[in-house]
């Protein structure tokens, strides 16, 4: 009879989640998905969702998971779990939602909140910085519920991101991973922990340190399973609950990249690079690197708010013949657009997209917008679909740039993680405009392979995270640069689409104060 060898991983995403079994060389064994609608919206631009939808998804897919044959319930040695980040959740002392969780996706602002007084409000006037921190207080969900839900707020008991609701719902104690950490709340991400009582962000925000929960470092226990808990989802009772990290810090290590010279691309909703880095690196100053799923290290992440979300975008507004053929033969209409890659040559006869759909505070400004230049006559919606992954493909190049001139290292190959690493011709593309190496993790679920690393270390499986890396990561494929194509791209990348922003952003400025959009 098998002991105590495997490994349970709750990875709750934007769209669904996932309960998955990982064993100790990082194969998956067993997985569940429940899907359900990522939020609902009260008013344009908001996005919310009931805590409890997470929770029963959580439930409802171990439960699934414990049907399937293989008997994994019995061999299960602990519990990890990634979530979404900067999705937040008020709840009162027992631990139950006061309010819908505020989804990383709302856009809801807080205007005319004062500007902070004293030496840090002089000393950031002084350094130009007025524009940056205005941009912080207005962003915050927590500024905005205090503002316009002020009695829900003083009853708030803990301010949670959805990692530490679903800790709590898990262990019954109010704690959360540090690996989780990333969002408006008042976290010191130099020295990874809660930010000491003089931070500026105190004086930003409503929050009082008794409302956040313990932080424990990735790879050490949350707390066990409790007896309510093991009810509804079928976990066994007092199984130890490994501490992880975000989604996106997961899929940095789940993808095998621990080295400063590997950079993880994840082509999800949002586009992100990520180096890790054992030294902390603002990727632009201010803005801060994010904790790793590694203790001690830090991810240098730059990112592009709309990433894979444009192909939905190009789905909705241009995809109805793959939309129509998808229903008929039961493949998905991205699977059908691969078919768009492959008519059109590199470069989208010189179609060139700038994916800034949505705005950013420093790179691009809050000005920002998309632009798309070079149409002719011969152009079709093929040709668009083509220069949207080359679009974000520049983008995720200058990300790397941006990362290799902060922290004076090379970035030398890829991993490619998320739902734009199931097609290769968005890989081929991927290496053909970087220059480099490409690879494809061995799972497509890095993110849950990620937390499965930490709780392997937690629970002894592995020595240490570079063991645990080597032994349950590696490259499925690898996609090497074409040198001639990789000419024609380094030749538009750098004599066009970087100097795109550059000449717009005027343009962009002046329909900004025309219009007011985006305010």
């Known amino acids: 009879m098998p002991g105590k060898d495997l490994i349970l991983a709750i990875d709750n995403g934007t769209q669904s989640l996932k309960a998955i079994v990982f064993d100790g060389t990082g194969t998956l064994l067993a997985k569940e998905q429940v899907g ?3 939020y609902f919206s009260k008013q344009p631009g908001w996005a919310e969702q009931d805590p409890d939808v997470f929770w029963k998804a959580l439930c409802r897919a171990c439960q699934a998971l ?4 293989g008997r994994f319930k019995e061999r299960i040695a602990g519990v990890t779990l990634t979530t979404q980040r900067g999705t937040v959740v008020n709840v009162d002392q027992k631990g139950d939602p006061l309010r819908p969780a505020i989804l990383w996706l709302d856009q809801r602002k807080t205007h005319g909140l004062p500007f902070m007084g004293g030496p840090w409000g002089l000393l950031f006037r002084l350094a130009r910085l ?14 905005w519920i205090h503002a316009y839900q002020p009695d829900l707020w003083g009853n708030t008991h803990k301010y949670l991101l959805l990692s530490g609701f679903l800790t709590h719902r898990l262990t019954g104690k109010f704690s959360d991973s540090i690996g989780c950490q990333v969002g408006y709340v008042p976290f010191d991400y130099r020295h990874m922990r809660w930010a000491p009582s003089w931070d500026w962000k105190w004086r930003c925000l409503p929050i009082k340190r008794d409302m956040l929960p313990e932080l424990v470092p990735p790879g050490q226990v949350l707390g066990t399973i409790t007896r309510a808990a093991s009810l509804e989802s079928g976990i066994p009772k007092d199984l130890p609950l490994i501490a ?4 996106k810090a997961c899929e940095v290590i789940g993808s095998g990249s621990l080295d400063s010279s590997v950079g993880c691309l994840s082509y999800g909703t949002t586009a992100t690079i990520n180096v890790t880095h054992k030294k902390y ?16 290290y830090h991810t240098v992440e730059v990112q592009v708010f709309r990433g894979y979300w444009m192909v939905n975008w190009f789905k909705e507004e241009f995809g109805h013949p793959e939309r129509r053929e998808a229903r008929k033969t039961g493949l998905t209409p991205e699977t059908l657009f691969e078919n768009l890659l492959e008519d059109i040559p ?9 994916p800034y759909w949505t705005p950013g505070l420093k790179s691009p400004g809050p000005e920002a917008k998309g632009a798309i230049i070079g149409f002719g006559d011969v152009h079709t919606r093929a040709h668009l679909y083509r220069a949207i992954i080359e679009g974000l493909a520049y983008a995720m190049r200058e990300g790397k740039e941006r990362i290799e001139k902060r922290s004076r290292t090379s970035v030398n190959s890829l991993r490619v993680s998320g739902g734009g690493s199931q097609s290769h011709n968005a890989l081929q593309l991927t290496a053909d405009v970087f220059g480099l190496p490409t ?18 270390v937690g629970l002894g499986f592995h020595d240490d995270f570079i063991a645990a890396v080597k032994a349950m990561t590696r490259v499925g494929e690898v996609f090497e640069p074409d040198p001639k194509t990789h000419q024609m791209y380094d030749a538009l990348y750098h004599e066009v689409y970087k100097k795109m922003y550059k000449h717009l952003k005027p343009l962009y400025q002046r329909i900004r104060k025309i219009t007011g959009y985006p305010k």
């Open 36 to 38: 359900f609608e990522p």
């Open 66 to 69: 414990w049907k399937q044959k």
């Open 130 to 143: 007025d524009d940056t921190i205005a941009y912080f207080q207005a962003e915050a969900e927590a500024n």
């Open 244 to 247: 992880a990290a975000a989604d």
């Open 281 to 296: 690196i603002e990727p632009i100053p201010l803005l801060p690197a994010y904790p790793s799923a590694v203790p001690g």
């Open 346 to 354: 590199p470069c989208s006869m010189g179609l060139v997209l700038q």
């Open 439 to 456: 690879g494809k993790p061995h799972v497509y679920e890095t993110s849950g392979l990620g937390a499965a690393i930490d709780a392997a």
